[in-house]
């Protein structure tokens, strides 16, 4: 009996993934998640959004517009954290509205669930918690498309498992999210061989080559009042041109109109004016890879 239920579980599952591979657009030459760190203003975001949209229509890619109404994970207690749920979630709204692209953000409590999906078109489950069984089931339940990125702690099979407590609860269409792993302090490797492993699972893996550029907690604010996330920005056209030769189903950038003033990680920020180069980089490498 038991094993009956495993197939049909994972007969559910495989339909499921078969509808988000379709989303994905597998003549396209890979789904762009790219946005914002975290919302700031209105004009400022869709300022970005516009920008982003241009270049992805003309270079024929699929993308989904990214921005976080909250970041409840920053190093120090003085740091932006967002304009917070309603205010976010207004802004979203009207990126999907003026822009016509479709939106993801993260939750960090499952409370949060419920409302943002009823604006948003993807939930995303932020690295550090991708463990929380509570709030991976909330967000499965909304009927809603997830991302989980997996955390900084944790091997593939931990993140694999996560999107299989996803499907449990109902979701069928969960994207899995490389964003690096934890060398000692300080400090993330980029390591290939995840993106393979996960992919092995059968679920869509997107790498996150900004964060994955991070160095966390790495940079000490003057007059020792605290510490904030440094990173190298130059790495994150090598990573991703790795992860498209590999064969990722998709990219996470995050964008900025001039990095070195963003209000949250600005070392790991790529310029939107030179988005299109990189863009058009790596859409050659995704077709003498296929």
């Known amino acids: 009996a038991g094993s009956l239920i495993a197939a049909v579980a994972f007969g559910v599952m495989s339909r499921g993934l078969s509808k988000l591979r379709a989303r994905l657009r597998p003549d396209a030459p890979f789904l762009l998640i790219c946005g914002c760190n975290v919302v700031t203003t209105m004009e400022e975001t869709l300022d970005l959004a516009f920008s982003i949209h241009e270049v992805a ?3 024929k890619i699929p993308w989904i517009f990214k921005g976080s109404f909250d970041k409840a994970n920053r190093t120090s207690p ?3 954290r967002g304009p917070g749920l309603e205010k976010g979630l207004e802004i979203l709204g009207e990126v999907q509205k003026q822009v016509g692209v479709e939106v993801i953000t993260d ?3 499952p409370w949060q669930a419920a409302p943002v999906a009823k604006t948003v078109d993807v939930v995303q489950i932020p690295a550090f918690l991708c463990r929380q069984t509570d709030l991976i ?3 499965a339940e909304q009927g809603k498309p997830m991302l989980i990125k997996k955390g900084q702690f944790a091997a593939p099979p931990v993140a694999i498992e996560a999107a299989k407590k996803a499907a449990a609860a109902g979701c069928h269409e969960v994207m899995l999210c490389e964003r690096g792993f934890a060398f000692g302090y300080n400090d ?3 390591d290939l061989r995840s993106l393979v492993w996960l992919r092995n699972s059968g679920f869509p893996v997107l790498a996150d080559v900004s964060h994955a550029a991070q160095r966390p907690s790495a940079v000490t604010l003057g007059n020792a009042t605290g510490y904030r996330s440094g990173g190298d920005r130059s790495l994150i056209p090598v990573y991703a041109r790795a992860a498209v030769a590999v064969g990722v189903d998709g990219l996470f950038i995050e964008c900025h109109r001039d990095p070195d003033t963003a209000p949250v990680d600005s070392a790991t920020q790529w310029p939107v004016g ?4 990189l ?5 050659a490498i995704a077709q003498a890879c296929r």
């Open 57 to 59: 229509s003309d270079l």
């Open 274 to 277: 030179r988005l299109k180069p």
């Open 188 to 190: 993330l490797v980029f």
């Open 107 to 109: 939750i960090h409590e």
């Open 279 to 283: 863009l058009t980089e790596l859409c």
């Open 137 to 139: 089931v909330s967000a």
């Open 78 to 80: 003085n740091a932006y």
